[in-house]
Structure formats: structure tokens, C-alpha cells
């Protein structure tokens, strides 16, 4: 499969999971949701990594390689930490849209530390989008 396909998966699973977690945090706080929800992440991913047999490569990561994925686990936790909350006490029709105003970060960053290129239809696509979500997060 090609990164499109991955892409589309990425997106359907990730729409699932903001259902999944807004009916199961009518009981319990977002923080305790967040950590169960990631423990099973956790427990997944890692059962993924053995039967895949990429644990053998652990040995090979480099240091600054290792702080980068440390900095990228906690600004993740803290997305999640942050996007449940939100989800707690709004609208998952609204909060979803708006969390993808990380879109226009990501291709913000993404020009000017990994020096991507910003072409017309990117700019384009991503004031659409962004214009979009805020439409969306805040319609009533």
C-alpha cells in the first residue's frame, strides 16, 4: 500500500477514535480516559513491533534520534491530554474540526525546519482548510 492509503486509514481510525472516547468519557475524567486509551495504544503498538520482528532495531536508534521520538511522545501525550478535554466538555463535531487546525502548524513548521517546499495549491489548501474548521468549530 502506498502513503494515500495509510493516509486514509490514518483519518478513518482517528474519526473513530474521537467517537469511541466522547461515549466513554460520560463516566470518567479525560485524564483518566487519555491514559487508558494510550495504555492499549501502548500494549498494541509494541505487539506490533514483536510479531514484526523491528524490536531487533532498537539497538541502532541513536541518541538524538531518541531524544527527538522522547519530545515527540510527550507532545503527543500532551495532544491527547488537551484534544480529551476538549472533547469532554464540547462538541465532537466542533472539537474535531478545530483540532485540525494543526494542519496549517504542521505545514508551517514543516517549511521552515524541514525546509518543505510551500507551493500555491498548499497554501491554497490549507487557508481552505483552516477556514473550513473554524466554519465547522464554531457554526452554530
Do not use: H
Not at 490514518?10 to 460520560?26: E, H, R, S, W
Amino acid at each position: 500500500m502506498n502513503w494515500f492509503i495509510y493516509t486514509l486509514l490514518a483519518a478513518f481510525t482517528a474519526a473513530t477514535t474521537t467517537i469511541l472516547a466522547k461515549i466513554g468519557m460520560k463516566e470518567i475524567g479525560s485524564s483518566l480516559a487519555t491514559a487508558i486509551r494510550t495504555t492499549v495504544a501502548l500494549v498494541f503498538i509494541w505487539g506490533v513491533v514483536f510479531l514484526k520482528g523491528t524490536f531487533k532495531q532498537i539497538s541502532s536508534i541513536s541518541n538524538f534520534s531518541l531524544l527527538i521520538l522522547i519530545l515527540c511522545g510527550i507532545s503527543s501525550g500532551l495532544s491527547l491530554l488537551f484534544y480529551y478535554k476538549a472533547l469532554q466538555l464540547g462538541n465532537a463535531s466542533q472539537v474535531a474540526p478545530l483540532d485540525k487546525l494543526s494542519l496549517l502548524i504542521t505545514i508551517v513548521l514543516a517549511i521552515f525546519i524541514l525546509k518543505e517546499k510551500a507551493t500555491f495549491s498548499i497554501i491554497l489548501g490549507a487557508v481552505l482548510m483552516s477556514v473550513g474548521a473554524i466554519l465547522i468549530g464554531f457554526g452554530k
